[in-house]
């Protein structure tokens, strides 16, 4: 009889460490697309977000740079790029979306909502910095971008990413400083020393 009441206990503690198992391993051997336009301040976050990706879930983070955001763009909407980082003002402006306000709230809420409808990409939330162009002009608060499809794999995906902008805050003079340190040290190492200053990895 002990034994008979034993067996059922064993076969739950097998199946719950079978279990642990592979949700311990569930990204590993997977892939992601991560894509950015080859200038230093997009180039430096995209580093930044692979790594953490790669080092906080296992994940292969595959990065794909661009010569401009259109070839970007054309890519994301292909479907062959999963994640990137984009603008709210330069999305408002492509998209032509209508925003009665100017604040920085209410235009990302509007390009958030048009971009699910529309495209199928989800906005996370802004990390904050401000996209600049290549003449000087704002391209408004940056976050990522990431396909509905992407997150279906990786449900766990925005909470990560998300961890800069709410629990580290990537503002304009830090990343510009990251920026700084890349022109005498190998870009990725910066990236990395960053996210292990602030405790990321």
């Known amino acids: 009889m002990p034994n008979r ?3 059922p206990v064993l ?35 995209t580093r930044i977000l692979s790594i953490l990706i790669h080092e906080r879930t296992g994940t ?34 492509r998209l032509k979306v209508k925003v009665p306000s100017t604040e920085n709230v209410e235009r990302f809420k509007a390009v958030k909502r048009r971009f699910e409808e529309e495209l199928n990409l989800i906005w996370l939330k ?13 391209l408004g608060p940056a976050s990522t971008v990431v396909h509905k499809d992407t997150l279906k794999k990786f449900p766990a995906l925005p ?9 580290v805050v990537l503002d304009d003079g830090r990343l510009d400083n990251l920026v700084g ?21």
């Not at 894509?35 to 301040?41: D, F, I, K, L």
């Not at 802004?126 to 996209?131: E, F, V």
């Not at 909470?159 to 629990?167: A, F, Q, Y």
């Open 5 to 7: 009441r034993l067996f």
């Open 11 to 45: 076969l739950l503690l097998l199946i719950a460490i079978t279990i642990t198992s592979v949700n311990a391993h569930a990204c590993v051997g997977r892939k992601l697309v991560l894509g950015s336009v080859e200038t230093a301040r997009p180039g430096m976050v």
């Open 60 to 93: 292969t983070v595959e990065v794909k740079f661009f010569t401009d955001r259109a070839k970007l763009l054309t890519a994301v909407k292909k479907g062959k790029v999963d994640l990137y980082v984009d603008y709210v003002d330069s999305a408002v402006e």
């Open 126 to 138: 802004p990390m904050g910095y401000s996209g600049i162009d290549a003449d000087g002009r704002s």
């Open 159 to 167: 909470r990560l990413l998300e961890k800069i902008g709410t629990r």
């Open 181 to 201: 340190k890349s022109r005498s040290e190998k870009p990725a190492k910066v990236a990395r020393n960053y996210l292990k200053e602030v405790k990321l990895i």
